[in-house]
C-alpha cells in the first residue's frame, strides 16, 4: 500500500566539527494525495533540511543521508540520479523558498528569469513564454506585469518579488509543492495577502502542500492536518483541529502559548529557551531537557509515535499515563 | 512593393534600446570615463583607419631615406624623424594598430581559457575544482614578465608569440578571479532555487554563475588592456616581441636609446603613445566597474 508521499527512517545528518549531529530523524511519514500538509518547529528544528532533502539540494558535505527512504508516487527520491532528480525539480516537485530577497538572480530581469524556467520545463518558444509570463503575473495578482517583468530583482519590494517567486512555482503545473516559510522576512500585512495568495492557487490548482511555518497559527490557514517538528523529530501529528484544541505534547503547549493571544497574556518562555551547550542525548526523548515533567522513562527510552484518537499521533511517555 | 516590418520586432528591441540609453546616460554623468572612453574610440578610430591618416605610407615599415634621418619635429614631419629618415609620426599611427591588435588577442585568448576553467571550478567544486586550481597555482608561480620571455624565448622572438606568451602568463588571474566569486555564489539561494526549478549543471555554471560574476572581470581585462599593452611593449623592447621593422612601440623606444641624448622626440613620442593608451584604458576599466554592476550604480 503505497502513500502518495512517504518518508520512511529519514536520517539526516551533518558532519560538524563536534562529531556528527542527527537534523532529521523522521520514523514514518506520509501525506495524501491533493491534501496541505503543514510542518511546524521553531528555527534549527529541521524542517528546511527536511525541503531540500526531499529535493536533492542538501549541500553535502557536511550533510549526509544515512538511511530511509522518501517515496514519491512509489518512486524512492533519493535513490534517483542527479539527471533523474532534475526532470522531478520544478516540473513535479516545486518550491518556494524563505528567503524573497535573494531567491531570484540579481543580474537578469525577473521576466528574463519566468521566461528562461518556462522555456526550459515546458519547451515553450520565447513569444509563447512572454505571454505566459504576463499570464502568470495576473494570476499572482501583481498589477501592470510588462513593467514588473522589465524590472530587476533589486527594484521590487519583498511582496512582489516573493508574489514572482510563487508564480515561478505555480508555473510549470507541478503536482507537489513544498513551501518552505514563504512568509519569512515579510510584514504582517504583505504576509496576510501572499498567504491568501497561496491558498487560493492552491485550492485552484488541487496541488498537494508541505507547507513549512513556525507558528501554527500561520499553518493552520493553509493546511488540513500538521505535524510538529522538535530536533529532527515529528513530536505531534494530526488534524489542525486536533492539534490546536487539544496539543497533547508539552512542546506544542509551548509553541502555541509563545503567541499571546490577548495583550494581558504573559508569554511563557522559560521552557522554550534553549541553552546552547545542550546537546541532542544518545537515547531517552529529545526533549527532555526542556521538559518540565520529566520522568525516568524520558531519559532512558525514546517515545515513539502513539495513536491517542481520531487523526491524532503524539510522541511522549508521559501522555499515555495521563490517559490511565 | 514596400514590406511592412512586423510590429513586435520593435517591441523586442525596445528593452534593449532602453538598458543601451541607461548605460551611455550612467557613463556621461561620469566625465573623466566619459572622455577616457572617446580617447578609447578615438584609438580604436587611428588603428583601423591608419592607412588612410598617416602622410608617408611607405615608410612605416620600410623605406630608408638617409638625408632625413633624425630631423627634429616640423611641419612636415611633426613627431620628427628616426634613424633612418623614417616618419615617426607615421610610424606612431601604425603602432596603435598593431598594439591594440596585440592586446586584444591576448586578453580575449586568456579570458577565453580562464573564464569557463574559473567558473567551472568554482561551480563544481571538489576534485575538478583542486585540479584546475593547482594547474593555476603552477602558472602563477612564475613571474608574468618572466614566463613571458621564457614562452618567447622557446618559440622565436615575434609579435604572435609575445601575444600568445602574455596569454600563457595572464590566464590564471582570471580563472582565480571568476573561481572565487563562483564558490560564494554556489550556496546562495538564487543558484539553489535554479536547481530547484531543473536547471541542468552546465546551464547555472554558464547562465547564473557566469553572468554574475562576469563584471569584476570585464572590469580586470579592460584594466589588463592597458598592462598587456606595457608588457607587449616591454618584449619588444627586449627584442623578443615584434622585429624592425615592424613599428611597435616599444621596439621603437628600444631603438631610440641609441639616439636619446641628441633625438628626444625619438622615444618621448611613442613613450607618449603608450602612456595615453595605458591610462584611458585604465580609466575606462574603472569607470565600467561604476556602471555595469547593478549594484554599485549612482543614479
Given at each position: 500500500?503505497?502513500?502518495?508521499?512517504?518518508?520512511?527512517n529519514?536520517k539526516?545528518?551533518?558532519?560538524?566539527f563536534?562529531?556528527?549531529?542527527n537534523v532529521?530523524?523522521?520514523?514514518?511519514?506520509s501525506?495524501?494525495?491533493?491534501?496541505s500538509?503543514?510542518?511546524v518547529?521553531e528555527?534549527?528544528?529541521?524542517?528546511?533540511?527536511?525541503?531540500?532533502?526531499?529535493l536533492?539540494?542538501?549541500?553535502?558535505?557536511p550533510?549526509?543521508?544515512?538511511?530511509g527512504?522518501?517515496r514519491f508516487e512509489?518512486e524512492?527520491?533519493?535513490k534517483?540520479?542527479?539527471?533523474?532528480i532534475?526532470?522531478?525539480?520544478?516540473k513535479?516537485?516545486?518550491?518556494?523558498?524563505?528567503?524573497p530577497?535573494?531567491t531570484?538572480n540579481?543580474?537578469?530581469?525577473?521576466?528574463q528569469?519566468i521566461?528562461r524556467?518556462?522555456q526550459?520545463?515546458?519547451?515553450?518558444?520565447?513569444?509563447?513564454?512572454?505571454?505566459?509570463a504576463v499570464?502568470?503575473?495576473?494570476?499572482?495578482?501583481?498589477?501592470?506585469?510588462e513593467?514588473?517583468?522589465?524590472?530587476y530583482?533589486?527594484?521590487l519590494?519583498g511582496g512582489?518579488?516573493q508574489?514572482?517567486?510563487?508564480a515561478l512555482a505555480f508555473?510549470?503545473s507541478a503536482?507537489?509543492?513544498?513551501?518552505?516559510?514563504?512568509?519569512?522576512?515579510?510584514?504582517?500585512?504583505?504576509?496576510?495577502?501572499?498567504l491568501?495568495?497561496i491558498?487560493e492557487?492552491i485550492r485552484e490548482?488541487?496541488?498537494?502542500?508541505?507547507?513549512?511555518?513556525?507558528?501554527l497559527?500561520?499553518?493552520?490557514?493553509?493546511?488540513d492536518?500538521?505535524?510538529?517538528?522538535?530536533?529532527?523529530q515529528?513530536?505531534e501529528?494530526?488534524?489542525?483541529?486536533?492539534?490546536?484544541?487539544?496539543p497533547a505534547?508539552?512542546?506544542?503547549?509551548?509553541?502555541?502559548?509563545?503567541?499571546?493571544?490577548?495583550?494581558?497574556d504573559?508569554?511563557?518562555?522559560t521552557q522554550?529557551?534553549?541553552?546552547?551547550?545542550?546537546?541532542?542525548?544518545?537515547k531517552?526523548?529529545?526533549?527532555?531537557?526542556?521538559?518540565?515533567?520529566?520522568e525516568?522513562?524520558c531519559l532512558?527510552?525514546?517515545?515513539e509515535?502513539?495513536?491517542i484518537?481520531?487523526?491524532h499521533?503524539?510522541a511522549?511517555?508521559l501522555?499515555?499515563?495521563?490517559?490511565? | 512593393?514596400?514590406?511592412l516590418?512586423p510590429i513586435?520586432?520593435?517591441?523586442?528591441?525596445k528593452p534593449?534600446l532602453?538598458?543601451?540609453k541607461?548605460?551611455?546616460?550612467?557613463?556621461n554623468r561620469?566625465r573623466?570615463?566619459m572622455i577616457?572612453?572617446?580617447?578609447?574610440?578615438?584609438?580604436v578610430?587611428?588603428?583601423?583607419?591608419?592607412?588612410?591618416?598617416?602622410?608617408?605610407?611607405e615608410?612605416?615599415?620600410?623605406?630608408?631615406?638617409?638625408?632625413e634621418k633624425?630631423?627634429p619635429?616640423s611641419?612636415?614631419?611633426?613627431?620628427?624623424?628616426?634613424?633612418?629618415?623614417r616618419?615617426?609620426f607615421s610610424?606612431?599611427?601604425?603602432g596603435?594598430?598593431i598594439?591594440?591588435?596585440?592586446a586584444?588577442?591576448?586578453?580575449?585568448?586568456?579570458?577565453?581559457?580562464g573564464?569557463?576553467?574559473?567558473a567551472?571550478?568554482?561551480?563544481?567544486?571538489?576534485v575538478?575544482?583542486e585540479?584546475?586550481m593547482?594547474?593555476?597555482?603552477?602558472f602563477?608561480?612564475f613571474p608574468?614578465?618572466?614566463?613571458?620571455i621564457?614562452?618567447?624565448?622557446?618559440l622565436?622572438?615575434?609579435?604572435?608569440?609575445?601575444?600568445?606568451?602574455?596569454a600563457?602568463?595572464?590566464?590564471?588571474?582570471?580563472t582565480?578571479?571568476i573561481?572565487?566569486?563562483?564558490?560564494?555564489?554556489?550556496?546562495r539561494?538564487?543558484?539553489?532555487?535554479?536547481?530547484?526549478?531543473?536547471t541542468?549543471h552546465?546551464?547555472?555554471?554558464?547562465?547564473h554563475i557566469v553572468?554574475n560574476?562576469?563584471?569584476p572581470?570585464?572590469?580586470?581585462?579592460s584594466?589588463?588592456?592597458g598592462?598587456?599593452?606595457?608588457?607587449?611593449?616591454?618584449l619588444?623592447?627586449?627584442g623578443?616581441?615584434?622585429?624592425?621593422?615592424?613599428p611597435?612601440?616599444g621596439?621603437?623606444i628600444?631603438?631610440s636609446?641609441?639616439?636619446?641624448l641628441?633625438?628626444w622626440?625619438?622615444s618621448?613620442f611613442?613613450?607618449?603613445?603608450?602612456?595615453?593608451?595605458v591610462l584611458?584604458?585604465?580609466?575606462v576599466g574603472?569607470?565600467?566597474r561604476?556602471v555595469?554592476d547593478?549594484?554599485t550604480r549612482?543614479?
Amino acid at each position: 500500500m503505497a502513500e502518495y508521499f512517504e518518508f520512511e527512517n529519514l536520517k539526516v545528518n551533518f558532519r560538524t566539527f563536534e562529531g556528527v549531529k542527527n537534523v532529521l530523524n523522521i520514523k514514518n511519514l506520509s501525506i495524501k494525495k491533493g491534501e496541505s500538509f503543514g510542518l511546524v518547529g521553531e528555527s534549527g528544528a529541521g524542517k528546511t533540511t527536511l525541503a531540500y532533502t526531499i529535493l536533492k539540494l542538501l549541500p553535502i558535505p557536511p550533510a549526509f543521508v544515512e538511511s530511509g527512504a522518501i517515496r514519491f508516487e512509489g518512486e524512492d527520491l533519493l535513490k534517483k540520479s542527479d539527471g533523474e532528480i532534475q526532470k522531478i525539480r520544478g516540473k513535479k516537485i516545486s518550491i518556494i523558498f524563505q528567503d524573497p530577497m535573494s531567491t531570484l538572480n540579481p543580474v537578469f530581469t525577473t521576466g528574463q528569469q519566468i521566461i528562461r524556467v518556462l522555456q526550459q520545463n515546458q519547451g515553450l518558444h520565447k513569444a509563447q513564454a512572454k505571454k505566459k509570463a504576463v499570464e502568470l503575473m495576473n494570476i499572482v495578482k501583481l498589477p501592470d506585469p510588462e513593467n514588473i517583468l522589465s524590472k530587476y530583482p533589486h527594484e521590487l519590494s519583498g511582496g512582489q518579488r516573493q508574489r514572482i517567486i510563487i508564480a515561478l512555482a505555480f508555473s510549470c503545473s507541478a503536482q507537489f509543492l513544498i513551501a518552505d516559510e514563504p512568509t519569512r522576512n515579510l510584514d504582517v500585512t504583505i504576509q496576510a495577502g501572499v498567504l491568501q495568495l497561496i491558498a487560493e492557487l492552491i485550492r485552484e490548482t488541487k496541488v498537494t502542500v508541505l507547507f513549512i511555518g513556525n507558528s501554527l497559527e500561520l499553518v493552520s490557514l493553509i493546511c488540513d492536518r500538521v505535524g510538529v517538528l522538535h530536533r529532527g523529530q515529528i513530536v505531534e501529528l494530526g488534524s489542525i483541529r486536533e492539534v490546536a484544541t487539544h496539543p497533547a505534547h508539552s512542546y506544542t503547549l509551548t509553541l502555541l502559548r509563545a503567541i499571546p493571544k490577548e495583550k494581558r497574556d504573559k508569554i511563557d518562555l522559560t521552557q522554550i529557551t534553549l541553552k546552547a551547550e545542550e546537546r541532542v542525548a544518545e537515547k531517552g526523548c529529545r526533549y527532555v531537557g526542556r521538559c518540565l515533567r520529566k520522568e525516568k522513562i524520558c531519559l532512558e527510552e525514546e517515545p515513539e509515535l502513539k495513536h491517542i484518537g481520531g487523526t491524532h499521533y503524539v510522541a511522549c511517555h508521559l501522555y499515555k499515563e495521563e490517559k490511565k | 512593393m514596400r514590406k511592412l516590418l512586423p510590429i513586435e520586432s520593435f517591441e523586442a528591441i525596445k528593452p534593449r534600446l532602453k538598458e543601451f540609453k541607461l548605460t551611455f546616460y550612467l557613463l556621461n554623468r561620469n566625465r573623466l570615463t566619459m572622455i577616457a572612453l572617446i580617447t578609447v574610440f578615438l584609438l580604436v578610430l587611428v588603428a583601423l583607419l591608419a592607412p588612410f591618416i598617416v602622410p608617408y605610407k611607405e615608410q612605416v615599415f620600410s623605406g630608408v631615406n638617409p638625408q632625413e634621418k633624425l630631423l627634429p619635429p616640423s611641419r612636415e614631419h611633426p613627431f620628427g624623424t628616426d634613424e633612418l629618415g623614417r616618419d615617426i609620426f607615421s610610424r606612431v599611427i601604425y603602432g596603435t594598430r598593431i598594439s591594440l591588435e596585440t592586446a586584444l588577442a591576448a586578453v580575449g585568448l586568456a579570458l577565453l581559457v580562464g573564464v569557463p576553467l574559473g567558473a567551472i571550478a568554482g561551480a563544481t567544486g571538489g576534485v575538478v575544482d583542486e585540479i584546475i586550481m593547482r594547474i593555476t597555482d603552477i602558472f602563477l608561480s612564475f613571474p608574468p614578465l618572466l614566463l613571458a620571455i621564457l614562452i618567447a624565448a622557446f618559440l622565436g622572438p615575434s609579435l604572435t608569440n609575445a601575444m600568445l606568451a602574455i596569454a600563457v602568463a595572464w590566464w590564471p588571474w582570471y580563472t582565480r578571479l571568476i573561481r572565487g566569486q563562483a564558490v560564494s555564489m554556489r550556496e546562495r539561494q538564487f543558484v539553489r532555487a535554479a536547481r530547484a526549478t531543473g536547471t541542468p549543471h552546465f546551464k547555472i555554471v554558464f547562465g547564473h554563475i557566469v553572468p554574475n560574476t562576469i563584471a569584476p572581470v570585464i572590469i580586470q581585462a579592460s584594466m589588463d588592456l592597458g598592462g598587456v599593452i606595457l608588457t607587449a611593449a616591454s618584449l619588444s623592447f627586449l627584442g623578443l616581441g615584434a622585429q624592425p621593422p615592424t613599428p611597435e612601440w616599444g621596439l621603437m623606444i628600444s631603438t631610440s636609446r641609441n639616439y636619446f641624448l641628441n633625438a628626444w622626440w625619438y622615444s618621448i613620442f611613442p613613450g607618449l603613445a603608450i602612456f595615453i593608451t595605458v591610462l584611458v584604458f585604465n580609466l575606462v576599466g574603472d569607470g565600467l566597474r561604476e556602471v555595469l554592476d547593478p549594484r554599485t550604480r549612482k543614479y
